[in-house]
């Protein structure tokens, strides 16, 4: 089992922090939130789960049913009740899910400079589980790039820019601050599918816009509305997923892929109380995750 005795070490741009950015949130970031629910509607940030669900190539879903027996009998009692169990075998990173510290590494190092050998076994990681991530509700911006762009989607590959990011809150009259969650509408999403040529290519934050999020606003949580929240391919194209490297790895950020936010951007909302909450899957390294918006 993993060693509760091993020292984090990260290098000298970023403290470790257990439990990473969203540990660092208190009760004052969730009662400002709360103090943005105005109208009380809710938005569901999640798309469906099922087989045709956005996911990486390979990633599929399927659930199975099956009749409750009892004994010999399908209906129980004399009021012949009966009932229906199911099974889900899914991989966890289908449709809209949490990548956690356990999913991404860096020359075999995880967040907090913990060798892989040390966080994942094949049952499950020992260390930097989904379980370890808290519920979070806190203040949530919504960055409408496409909108800010004059277009419906973003073109595949586009790079989102600092001066994407700040014309974006300059046009909405918005600023983001530390313990903000930041989701980013390219317009990619506009059903609920994706095909496997999509992987090849997509809009979305290089390293310099991630850098700007989180060093220089204090962003916790990055989400977007695309398989990998990051452009593809990379500014640097011996790069593979270098936005993962870096927020997770790195500066221990979560991303949330395959966020639905097309309702809010059709509704201009643009700041909203951010409610996740991921299920206590013990040794997961991805979630599947349902967030909402309350305005």
């Known amino acids: 089992m993993f ?5 984090p070490s990260m290098d000298s741009s970023h403290t470790f922090v257990e439990g990473g950015a969203v540990a660092t949130l208190d009760a ?13 509607k809710i938005y569901s940030l999640a798309v469906q789960t099922n087989p045709e669900s956005p996911a990486w190539p390979g990633r599929s879903f399927q659930v199975l049913t099956d009749t409750i027996w009892v004994g010999d009998d399908a ?7 009966s009932g229906v169990d199911d099974y889900i075998s899914m991989w966890c990173g289908v449709a809209t899910h949490l990548d956690g510290f356990g999913h991404i590494a860096i020359d ?31 203040r949530g911006v919504l960055l409408d790039i496409a909108a800010t762009r004059g277009v419906d989607s973003l073109d595949n590959s586009y790079e989102i820019t600092v001066d994407d990011i700040k014309n974006t809150l300059e046009r909405q009259q918005i600023a983001i601050t530390p313990g903000n969650v930041v989701l980013i509408n390219t317009g990619t999403i506009n059903d609920v599918t ?54 997770i790895r790195e500066r221990g950020v979560h991303i949330i892929e395959n966020v639905w936010t097309k309702d809010l951007a059709a ?29």
């Not at 209906?75 to 009740?81: P, T, W």
């Not at 966080?119 to 589980?129: L, M, N, Q, T, W």
């Not at 299920?279 to 349902?290: I, N």
């Open 3 to 7: 060693d509760k005795n091993l020292e």
């Open 28 to 40: 004052s970031n969730t009662r400002d939130a709360a103090a943005l629910v105005q109208s009380g």
């Open 75 to 81: 209906e129980y009692g004399s009021n012949k009740l």
């Open 108 to 138: 075999g190092k995880h967040y907090g400079d913990f060798d892989t050998a040390d966080v994942i076994r094949s049952r499950g990681a020992v260390k930097h589980g989904i379980e370890t991530v808290p519920p979070v509700a806190t």
């Open 194 to 247: 994706f095909t496997e040529k999509f992987a090849e290519t997509e809009a979305g934050i290089g390293i310099p816009a991630a850098k700007y999020l989180v060093e220089e606003l204090g962003v916790v949580t990055i989400g977007a509305d695309n398989w990998a929240c990051e452009v593809i391919p990379a500014a640097d194209p011996e790069q593979f997923l270098p936005v993962h490297g870096y927020l």
């Open 267 to 295: 509704d201009n909302v643009h700041e909203f109380m951010f409610v996740m909450a991921a299920p206590k899957l013990v040794g997961a390294v991805q979630s599947p995750l349902h967030p909402i918006a309350i305005c």
